[in-house]
């Protein structure tokens, strides 16, 4: 028998600290980019979306690779990627961890449209308010004080 798979995640990433520093003139850039080194790990990346501060990606990933080592890889070389095309003054780093959720084919319509209308979303609700809206709709038990890293400034 072959083997066949039909893996869809819908992952969720911010910036470190939330920074909205992903900016609108190249946002699409980065997402071609990471469309890119998906290809390149047997996935496919399906849409993309996200504004300043996160995004969100549907992928139809292959099972020869751990999640983790997948959104490893596409963390890494998106970051690396706008720190060597110098798209903000500072060093760019995204949040450690990730969100990855469980997608149904007949859910892939419904998920593409929710991640093209980010920023009208995103107008009535924080990022924190839609990330803890994820956790609790896939019941995923966490510690509110180790999900999201917060800047200490002194």
């Not at 893996?7 to 980065?30: E, M, N, Q, Y």
């Not at 997948?70 to 998106?78: F, G, H, I």
């Not at 095309?85 to 929710?114: C, H, I, N, P």
């Not at 956790?135 to 995923?140: P, S």
């Amino acid at each position: 028998m072959s083997t066949h798979h039909g893996i869809l995640l819908h992952v969720v990433f911010s910036t470190k600290f939330r920074k909205p520093c992903l900016g609108d003139a190249w946002r699409d850039d980065l997402f071609a980019y990471i469309g890119g080194i998906v290809k390149e790990h047997k996935s496919t990346l399906l849409k993309a979306g996200g504004i300043e501060d996160h995004v969100h990606l549907l992928l139809r990933i292959h099972p020869e690779f751990a999640i983790s080592k997948t959104v490893q890889l596409l963390k890494a070389n998106s970051s690396k990627w706008i720190n060597e095309q110098r798209k903000l003054t500072g060093k760019f780093e995204w949040q450690r961890g990730y969100g990855a959720f469980s997608v149904s084919q007949s859910m892939v319509d419904a998920v593409k449209k929710y991640l093209a209308n980010q920023r009208e979303h995103h107008q009535k609700h924080t990022f924190e308010t839609e990330y803890l809206g994820f956790l609790a709709k896939h019941a995923i038990e966490y510690d509110p004080q180790y999900v999201f890293e917060l800047e200490i400034v002194r």
